[in-house]
């Protein structure tokens, strides 16, 4: 059998053709395609791989701040907490002394009433006690014993001390008009002698003297001039005896209203 070389030749060329024009056109791109994809999927799980770091990283950011965030709302709780209790305490504290400052306003109207209320029963029950104890006397007093104070007048006019004796004396001997004497009765003759005879011993001159009746005066015998006046009378007894009252209840009071609101003793504070 003959071998054609020429068309063996011929068909190694066209296959070498053939296979030049497929690794040309055909196995390049396809390698090609294949290298790119590769290239991209490497690409895509790199991304993948940082996006993944990423979302991890945001995620422990994320953790780091809700932990933080946590730690802050407890310690504003408790903050809020506190202050509320403190708040609560203040404010209980406040109502407490309120509330003990009211009673001891109370407490000390009470007693200012109470003390009030003695003192103008006090006075009520001393003011009746005199004006019966005037109403008494006076309704006592007699003719006989008005003799009698003009009696102890006239002695205590003798016995008046050298400055109130020139002091009434001036006014009597200066005075324009007659010095007048003043009694619940009407003295008798002997009496008006007695004493005009008194008041000229005494200031060793003639004394111009008026009479008259007073049924205010209780017992008694005095004498004005000038805007002087000397004299004694039971009634002055009494208005001692009251001045003498009035300081003793004056004194009475005063302790009570030294001493003030009672101080009250310390509560525990309540929780």
Do not use: C
Request: glycine share 4%; aromatic share 6%.
């Amino acid at each position: 059998m003959l071998i054609d070389w020429f068309t063996v030749l011929a068909q190694v060329v066209n296959f070498l053709i053939l296979v030049w024009l497929l690794k040309r056109f055909l196995y390049r791109p396809i390698l090609d395609a294949i290298d790119a994809r590769e290239q991209r999927i490497a690409k895509e799980l790199a991304d993948a791989d940082a996006k993944k770091a990423e979302a991890q990283k945001e995620r422990d950011e994320f953790q780091h701040k809700n932990e933080a965030f946590e730690q802050q709302r407890a310690a504003l709780l408790g903050k809020a907490t506190d202050e509320a209790k403190a708040v609560r305490q203040r404010l209980l504290e406040d109502a407490r002394q309120a509330a003990d400052a009211l009673a001891a306003k109370r407490e000390e109207a009470l007693r200012t009433e109470q003390q009030s209320l003695n003192a103008a029963l006090s006075r009520r029950a001393r003011d009746e006690v005199f004006a019966i104890a005037r109403k008494a006397l006076a309704d006592l007093a007699t003719t006989d014993l008005e003799e009698r104070m003009a009696a102890v007048f006239t002695r205590r006019l003798r016995e008046m001390d050298a400055k109130a004796k020139a002091g009434l004396g001036e006014a009597l001997k200066s005075a324009s008009a007659p010095g007048i004497v003043r009694s619940a009765f009407d003295l008798p003759a002997e009496q008006r002698a007695a004493i005009q005879k008194a008041l000229n011993e005494t200031f060793s001159a003639d004394i111009r003297l008026r009479f008259e009746t007073a049924p205010d005066l209780v017992s008694g015998i005095e004498l004005a001039t000038d805007g002087q006046k000397v004299g004694w009378s039971i009634a002055d007894y009494l208005a001692s005896l009251e001045r003498g009252v009035d300081e003793l209840l004056k004194e009475k009071e005063k302790p009570i209203a030294d001493a003030g609101p009672v101080a009250k003793q310390p509560q525990a504070k309540g929780q």
